[in-house]
């Protein structure tokens, strides 16, 4: 609940630069690939958690603790998958642990080194154990270990699932002012004799706790964010155009077939302002999408009779021409014809030579049919469609 907080909600629902705390810790909990099950613990017989977690959908379930941090890591363990090999137990309150440390503590358990991993920080303070005060509540130095040997203990702590599951049964005897006393999970698998590996923790993974540390969790959230917007304002993404080309066949036998920058001699051609090639057409539109930089008609329309006949080949080589000037480099293109003709299986990586040749980047060509349908089944028409890649040139 977070009393000590004071906010009057549960600890896990304040809010920190627009998100609740229990939302930052999903989120990078997600960004971790190895962890397959979330559980949220919620407090008991309030809803107001799993209703503001409701947005994250099938990707975490909610089960209501008990009286206890040690009941309630208990309920959260009854939920989780049987046949899972490793479990991490997490505070939402450390809501900013980056995902570095939970890969951290996983490759940890993954050595074998111990059943249990927890991420823990160099004490720099000065602390001293004292003794019980008197009447007046005085107290008194006891004795003071060297920092060297001391360690702020974080979460997320992780186990060996077997482990974990065992020493929580044991706590089934423990009266429940013996439970309030648990404090995390790693102390009651140490009590069954378990050695606990300690790594390197992280100075974001700091508890909030106090009123005072809302104020420290506003400003991480607030760098992380405009980290990570930095990063999104470099980072080089890449573009998709899709490009689609139809081609009657023509009416004129004599009119040659070239299609995917190839002549097909025993094929009648399609018709069109160039040669027909529906391949090489599709691949320009898509381009053309992919830069966001017009179409087909745009550039080599009817208006363009400089264009009339060109070759396929030919305009697809001048739209990677216009496209890298318009600031781009092309990835790569793969285009697909659907029709009945011309038989293609025995040219497919010629076409594809010819065409990357032609806009100096990989492209692939692949054919399929109708089985009879359309004006492709009929053999009337090819279909072309086309997917290219391309990504903004670094400056």
């Not at 990078?28 to 947005?55: C, F, N, S, W």
């Not at 691949?283 to 363009?304: E, K, N, P, Q, Y």
């Not at 010819?354 to 004006?375: E, H, M, N, Q, R």
Request: with cysteine.
């Amino acid at each position: 609940m977070g009393t000590r907080l004071g906010a009057g909600i549960p600890k896990a629902l304040v809010q920190v630069a627009g998100k609740t705390l229990v939302e930052h810790a999903i989120d990078r909990i997600l960004q971790v690939k190895r962890i397959t099950e979330i559980i949220v613990v919620t407090p008991a017989g309030d809803h107001r958690m799993a209703e503001a977690l409701a947005a994250f959908g099938s990707v975490l379930r909610t089960v209501p603790g008990g009286s206890s941090r040690a009941d309630s890591v208990g309920r959260g363990l009854e939920a989780v998958n049987p046949g899972a090999s490793a479990i991490l137990v997490h505070d939402a309150a450390r809501a900013f642990a980056p995902a570095e440390l939970y890969d951290r503590v996983l490759d940890a358990l993954e050595q074998g080194q111990a059943n249990a991993v927890i991420p823990a920080l160099p004490v720099t303070d000065t602390i001293s154990v004292v003794e019980p005060g008197g009447a007046a509540g005085t107290e008194f130095i006891d004795h003071t270990p060297p920092r060297s040997t001391l360690r702020a203990v974080q979460t997320p702590q992780g186990f060996n699932a077997a482990v974990l599951r065992q020493a929580h049964a044991q706590l089934d005897h423990c009266t429940e002012a013996e439970l309030e006393k648990v404090t995390d999970d790693a102390s009651i698998v140490s009590a069954q004799g378990e050695k606990v590996q300690v790594v390197a923790g992280a100075q974001q993974a700091l508890k909030v706790t106090h009123p005072e540390d809302l104020e420290t969790a506003n400003q991480l959230a607030t760098d992380q964010n405009s980290s990570a917007n930095t990063a999104r304002e470099t980072m080089i993404l890449p573009r998709i155009g899709n490009g689609i080309d139809v081609h009657a066949v023509s009416q004129d036998p004599a009119r040659p077939m070239w299609l995917a920058g190839l002549h097909f001699p025993d094929d009648v051609g399609l018709s069109g302002h160039s040669d027909g090639d529906a391949v090489a057409h599709a691949a320009c539109d898509a381009l053309f999408s992919a830069a966001g930089i017009g179409d087909l008609g745009t550039h080599f329309g009817v208006d363009r009779p400089e264009f009339s006949g060109a070759s396929g080949v030919s305009l697809l080589a001048e739209a990677a021409r216009l496209v890298r000037k318009a600031g781009f480099e092309i990835g790569n293109v793969a285009v697909q014809f659907v029709g009945r003709r011309p038989r293609f299986s025995a040219r497919r990586e010629e076409a594809s030579q010819v065409l990357s040749d032609a806009i100096g980047a990989p492209v692939s060509v692949i054919a399929t049919t109708s089985d009879g349908l359309g004006y492709e089944g009929e053999g009337t028409g090819i279909t072309a469609y086309a997917t290219a890649l391309v990504f903004p040139r670094q400056r």
